[in-house]
């Protein structure tokens, strides 16, 4: 089994910075893709960034510019740092990671969600 611990949720004003980390743990043999979603009340959960395993990144449009997301392969730790808030990506934020854990399984993983809240 592997656990995946968000943190770096919180309250910020417009134009604010937030960072998120999500640490993986557990049987883990190599990790492919990490990313986040995020999920606003009475919307579907939707894409914010994600990381594969060779390094390349993609961002929903609505981010592209103002959040950046890296990876500490030696920490299993996916970061999302979050510039420039608006009230609109005020959501509950999750990780996502695609993780090996023997040769033959592959699994994928979510946290347990991180609130966001910017202010206007």
């Known amino acids: 089994q592997v656990q995946l611990v968000e943190s770096g949720g919180g309250l910020v004003q417009a134009g604010g910075s937030l960072r998120l980390s999500c640490a993986a743990s557990?049987?883990?043999?190599?990790?492919?893709?990490m990313g986040w979603y995020r999920q606003a009340p009475g919307k579907q959960r939707e894409l914010v960034a994600m990381?594969?395993?060779?390094?390349?990144?993609n961002y929903a449009d609505s981010v592209k510019g103002r959040f950046t997301i890296s990876r500490d392969n030696a920490k299993n730790t996916v970061y999302l740092q979050m510039n420039r808030l608006r009230p609109e990506d005020t959501a509950v934020y999750y990780c996502?990671?695609?993780?090996?854990?023997?040769?033959?399984?592959?699994?994928?993983?979510w946290g347990q969600g991180t609130q966001v809240t910017v202010s206007s």
């Open positions: 990381s594969t395993g060779g390094g390349s990144t």
């Open positions: 996502k990671a695609v993780i090996r854990e023997t040769t033959f399984v592959q699994r994928q993983y």
């Open positions: 557990g049987n883990i043999f190599s990790i492919n893709t």
